[in-house]
């Protein structure tokens, strides 16, 4: 049992370790590839393409222009091999005409040189198919000392063979024995595959567009914004998908536009009882008991009011340009107004586009909520390419941080935290929340470092 047992422990200790190796190379594939749609579509169209035409182009070389460029040499250096036979057992033609005219029939310039006219062996080319052949056939055929110019002219082919009496050089054709038409092949492989690749990439482009447009619209509604001049396009899936996303955009507009009618209703309805009330009040004259009667129909007024403004939310507003700058000065001023102390400051471009009014007031409740509780506020806003984020610092108590999350609920109101105001309702923190994440942002609580809370609104540009 103690043999089984170490077995299958190793077993299990190496598949663990093939699976964190799997696991290690999926991640740093994954880092590696594309995110985008568009990309990783050209990828698969580029990718398979590469592939193939890699594996025709080496098959072809080494089946094709290897082979024949091989068998051409071969064939030049045998005739050469036979002129040398000939000069070698024939030397009774003295001056060579006959071997010169034998060459001639062979397609080949033949010459002879004295016996130190023969070249210091050069540089060889890079990558030179021919060169390379040429070498190993007349190392081959021949076994003499050789000297071969395949670089110094177009169309020719210089050969030097060191004989025992003169050195021979023989003037090739370069056709002769290279397949050049290789070459043609390979470029005309690349030239047509990179048109049908231009031709991929203009309509795979037209093909995203549709989808691009559509996450846009997404993107534009989840902020609050309008989607003007938009409709369905493209393939038939991102038709569906887009007359997906209309019919739920109509059903979410509606849906706001009935909740928006009935708090229409009910508001009218408890305002105009309330207007009773204060009426009956006034008619009834001034004592202690009708004082506080008042006061409590002025609380419940302002809870009224705080209620639908929370069930409102934004109310319909549209989206557009806004100077943060501007309305951050107004916030201050509100607050100096009612006695606080509050600075402003503010980075980048100061136009974004909001919905002016319920982004204010977002900012309002955070501002009204920190001047509550301590003595001196700082607004900051900062805009970059991104997103637009403004914080309110203060120095008063703070909030504890396990309660930091709970305090966004509405009708919450922490014993002796910052939302306990007189008469509050516990809604200031949750409706700012609810505009930050219409504009498709959020809201964070964290320390300040003035030593109390830090309330960061951010929202995307």
């Avoid at 609050?224 to 569906?240: I, K, S, T």
Wanted: aromatic letters at 8%; glycine letters at 8%; charged letters at 25%.
């Amino acid at each position: 049992m103690s043999t089984l047992d170490t077995g299958l422990t190793f077993i299990r200790n190496a598949s663990q370790r093939v699976s964190r190796a799997n696991g290690w190379m999926g991640n740093a594939f994954k880092s590696w590839m594309p995110t985008g749609l568009y990309a990783r579509a050209l990828l698969i169209m580029i990718v398979p393409m590469v592939i193939l035409q890699t594996v025709v182009a080496f098959v072809f070389m080494e089946r094709h222009w290897n082979t024949v460029t091989r068998r051409l040499s071969a064939a030049v250096v045998q005739d050469i091999a036979s002129l040398i036979d000939v000069y070698k057992f024939y030397p009774q033609d003295k001056d060579r005409g006959q071997l010169r005219r034998i060459g001639q029939r062979l397609q080949l310039v033949v010459d002879f040189l004295p016996v130190g006219d023969m070249p210091q062996p050069g540089p060889k080319p890079f990558f030179s198919l021919l060169d390379q052949t040429l070498s190993v056939q007349l190392g081959r055929q021949i076994g003499r000392p050789f000297w071969i110019d395949t670089v110094g002219k177009s169309n020719l082919v210089e050969i030097r063979i060191q004989l025992d009496d003169a050195v021979m050089r023989v003037f090739a054709q370069r056709s002769a024995a290279y397949a050049s038409n290789s070459e043609i092949f390979i470029f005309w492989m690349l030239g047509t595959s990179s048109i049908l690749l231009i031709v991929a990439v203009l309509f795979l482009r037209n093909q995203i567009r549709p989808i691009l447009r559509l996450a846009d619209a997404a993107e534009s509604f989840g902020k609050g914004r309008e989607v003007p001049h938009f409709r369905p396009r493209g393939a038939r899936e991102v038709r569906q998908a887009a007359q997906a996303f209309l019919e739920m955009k109509a059903r979410v507009e509606r849906s706001i536009d009935q909740r928006t009618a009935m708090l229409a209703g009910v508001s009218h309805d408890l305002r105009t009882i309330l207007t009773r009330f204060k009426l009956e009040l006034a008619l009834i004259g001034d004592s202690p008991e009708v004082d506080g009667m008042r006061k409590d129909v002025d609380e419940m007024s302002g809870m009224l009011e705080a209620y639908l403004a929370f069930a409102r939310g934004d109310s319909g507003e549209i989206a557009q340009p806004t100077d943060m700058t501007m309305a951050l000065e107004d916030l201050r001023s509100d607050a100096e107004r009612h006695g606080h102390t509050a600075t402003v400051t503010f980075h980048g471009l100061p136009v974004v586009t909001v919905k002016p009014a319920s982004f204010k007031r977002c900012i309002a409740n955070l501002v009204s909520n920190a001047a509550r509780h301590a003595n001196s506020v700082a607004i900051t806003g900062h805009r970059d390419h991104r997103y637009l984020t403004v914080t309110v610092d203060d120095d008063g108590p703070g909030i504890p941080v396990n309660m930091r999350e709970e305090v966004f609920k509405p009708f919450l109101r922490l014993d002796d935290a910052r939302n306990q105001d007189e008469g509050g309702t516990g809604l200031g923190l949750a409706i700012a929340r609810d505009i930050a994440r219409s504009h498709g942002g959020d809201i964070t609580l964290s320390d300040s470092p003035m030593g109390g809370l830090r309330a960061a609104v951010r929202v995307p540009v």
